[in-house]
């Protein structure tokens, strides 16, 4: 019997102020990209808390989710590691407040970049995929669904036992 096939489950934030949305700044396999602040949720965690932690390892800023903008299903073969992955991505839109003093960007983030989508748009080349302009896309859109859209069953947390 082969092994069951399962996605990749990522989070990610699109922050606006204005007409710029911040990016980070990473090393990828592929060299240096950028992304909205995201990774992937980690076990025991909610896309909600997924996408607060992330963003705050990332942007050293705390992130409010405020709606959730889609649910985006991707695949993608990466040459510089022969990876054959496909990625489960909860966007998320909200804000952020001030950056928090010394508190230091998660490993292998550059640095954070305000961008207008014209910026980003020109850049497309050193997006980390497509994902990362789709989501802004949408945030632009207007595109907004409740948070609480993405039910967490409290087993999450404290798993049933069965027997």
């Known amino acids: 019997m082969s092994a069951r096939w399962k996605p990749s489950v990522t989070v990610a934030a699109v922050i606006a102020e204005g007409d710029r949305f911040l990016l980070v700044e990473e090393h990828t396999a592929e060299g240096l990209r950028l992304n909205n602040p995201a990774g992937h949720l980690d076990p025991g965690e909610t896309p909600l808390e997924g996408v607060v932690r992330e963003a705050l390892e990332e942007t050293a800023r705390s992130f409010v989710p405020e709606a959730l903008l889609g649910v985006y299903l991707a695949r993608f073969h990466r040459p510089a590691t022969g990876e054959d992955v496909t990625y489960l991505r909860f966007g998320f839109s ?70």
């Open 94 to 163: 909200g804000t952020v407040g001030e950056p928090i003093p010394g508190r230091a960007l998660d490993h292998g983030i550059v640095r954070t970049l305000w961008l207008t989508v014209d910026q980003i748009r020109a850049r497309q080349a050193e997006l980390r995929s497509p994902l990362v302009l789709r989501c802004i896309d949408d945030h632009l859109a207007g595109r907004r669904f409740p948070l609480d859209l993405v039910h967490a069953d409290p087993s999450l947390h404290h798993p049933m036992r069965f027997g």
